[in-house]
């Protein structure tokens, strides 16, 4: 157990849906990562927070939008699914400064049908 | 943008022996490169990190070298056993407060 939390594992929705991905950071972290893995586009950086604000943003599409908690856990909002969105969904977090990589949840695997 | 390659998608190797993985990166200098492994269906897990004010980093049976001039760091795993094979990611950032960009990984193959 890495102490990233993600829920769900797995999510198989129909296009044209709407799904939330939730992350629990490593207690004590105060940025989450969310990544995105696809087969031949490997890991892709969507949005980063730290401590509630939005910090940077990656190639993340206008349908996907994503918040922090103050509980500092997170919610990625994927809307108007399509086939190609199916994917690995990851979440990470790091404790800045530090001399330590970040530390990844088990991920949610969307199937999008 | 910065741009992080890891030129070989696979690498085959015979139990015992050293595996060499390379990661290139263009466009910028990174503040440091770090090292992960990934399973299948798993999430990646870090390995190491080197700074790039660092030539060479150590961990068990690992070590990572980081060359500014050929903007190239090497991934070596001593010993090399079936239980090391996964797929590695190399992963850069320009500094601390920036994402890390990840390369497409090699998938490495420890042959009993």
């Known amino acids: 157990d890495s102490g990233v939390t993600q829920t769900p594992k797995h999510l198989i929705t129909a296009t044209g849906q709407r799904v939330t991905l939730r992350c629990s950071p490593r207690?004590?972290?105060?940025?989450v990562y969310w990544y995105q893995q696809s087969l031949d586009q490997g890991l892709q950086f969507l949005i980063h927070?730290?401590?509630?604000?939005?910090?940077a943003k990656g190639n993340i599409l206008e349908r996907f939008s994503a918040q922090q908690f103050p509980d500092l856990h997170s919610e990625l909002n994927l809307s108007s699914l399509e086939l190609g969105d199916s994917a690995l969904y990851f979440c990470?977090?790091?404790?800045?400064?530090?001399?330590?990589?970040?530390?990844f949840g088990s991920g949610t695997r969307l199937t999008v049908v | 943008s910065q741009k992080i390659e890891q030129n070989s998608e696979a690498l085959n190797i015979q139990e015992g022996k050293t595996a060499t993985l390379t990661c290139n990166y263009t466009?910028?200098?990174?503040?440091?490169l770090q090292w992960y492994r990934q399973d299948p269906g798993r999430g990646p897990v870090f390995l190491l990190l080197?700074?790039?004010?660092?030539k060479e980093k150590r961990k068990e049976r690992l070590k990572v070298t980081f060359d500014t001039t050929l903007k190239q760091s090497l991934f070596h795993i001593t010993a090399s056993q079936p239980a090391d094979s996964a797929t590695y990611l190399c992963?850069?950032?320009?500094?601390?407060?920036?994402?890390?960009?990840f390369g497409k990984g090699t998938r490495l193959s420890v042959i009993a």
């Open positions: 990470a977090s790091h404790r800045d400064y530090s001399n330590y990589g970040y530390t």
């Open positions: 207690s004590g972290d105060l940025s």
């Open positions: 927070y730290y401590n509630g604000e939005e910090r």
């Open positions: 466009n910028y200098s990174p503040a440091y």
């Open positions: 080197i700074r790039e004010n660092e």
């Open positions: 992963a850069s950032a320009r500094s601390g407060n920036t994402p890390l960009v």
